[in-house]
């Protein structure tokens, strides 16, 4: 993946509410990414990570405020089309893991769909496996079929909610270079974890929220071990 040429896209959220009935999730959210980040969210179960990240995947839609790509580009579309590795993996179980990537290659426009699925298949360590329906794979092999899906287009904006999970702490090693590797090409990444790790290493930035509000950022200052323990639950 270090052969990758990334264009630099940044993200910017100006004032971002979202609001289920009377509950807000999130409560005027403003603050910039900029390209090359890699930034993590932290914070406490309910603290509006995970809304926050499906509005930068562009899944859900704000109640109130705007999302913007600062750097993108108007000649290719993908920069608005960030990779996205929710808590679901968002694969097909009844499909095999190359019929997921060539799906979701030819779904993304990208161009030579089937060479992309097997650099990808082979990256991620599943090529051996590529036959294999996605049902018969362990938790840790799905996550790694779901990170596939989320880079299958080449973002220049990749978003990431808890993606140790199921990992073995082989798996988390991988992961950790593969997101080194994607950073240092350009890619800029938000992450939500919980606590310090082998993975919030790689960190450039970090926000925290609380009660769906940024309550620490180390652009304002904060220490990055300050707001990942302090955000831990």
């Not at 005027?28 to 900029?34: L, N």
């Not at 694969?91 to 426009?109: G, I, K, P, T, W």
């Not at 590529?130 to 596939?148: C, H, K, N």
Request: aromatic share 6%; net charge positive.
């Amino acid at each position: 993946m270090s052969s990758l040429q990334i264009p630099p896209t940044g993200l910017r959220f100006e004032n971002i509410d979202k609001r289920y009935g009377g509950l807000f999730a999130l409560r005027r959210v403003s603050f910039e990414i900029a390209p090359g980040e890699c930034a993590v969210l932290a914070g406490r179960n309910g603290s509006g990570k995970t809304t926050l990240l499906r509005i930068a995947g562009q899944i859900v839609r704000p109640t109130h405020g705007k999302l913007f790509f600062p750097g993108e580009s108007l000649n290719d579309h993908r920069q608005s089309r960030p990779g996205y590795v929710g808590h679901s993996t968002m694969v097909y179980d009844e499909l095999s893991a190359e019929e997921n990537l060539l799906l979701f290659a030819r779904l993304q426009e990208v161009e030579s769909p089937a060479a992309r699925a097997e650099s990808l298949l082979r990256d991620v360590g599943l090529y051996e496996r590529r036959d294999s329906l996605v049902r018969t794979f362990s938790r840790g092999m799905r996550q790694r079929i779901a990170i596939a899906r989320a880079l299958i287009h080449r973002p220049s904006v990749l978003l990431l909610d808890e993606p140790a999970t199921g990992l073995d702490p082989l798996g988390i090693s991988w992961l950790a270079q593969t997101l080194r590797e994607l950073n240092c090409a350009g890619c800029t990444i938000v992450m939500s974890l919980h606590g310090e790790s082998e993975i919030s290493a790689l960190a450039t930035r970090a926000v925290r929220l609380d009660a769906g509000s940024v309550v620490a950022d180390t652009k304002a200052g904060a220490s990055l071990h300050q707001i990942l323990t302090f955000g831990a639950a």
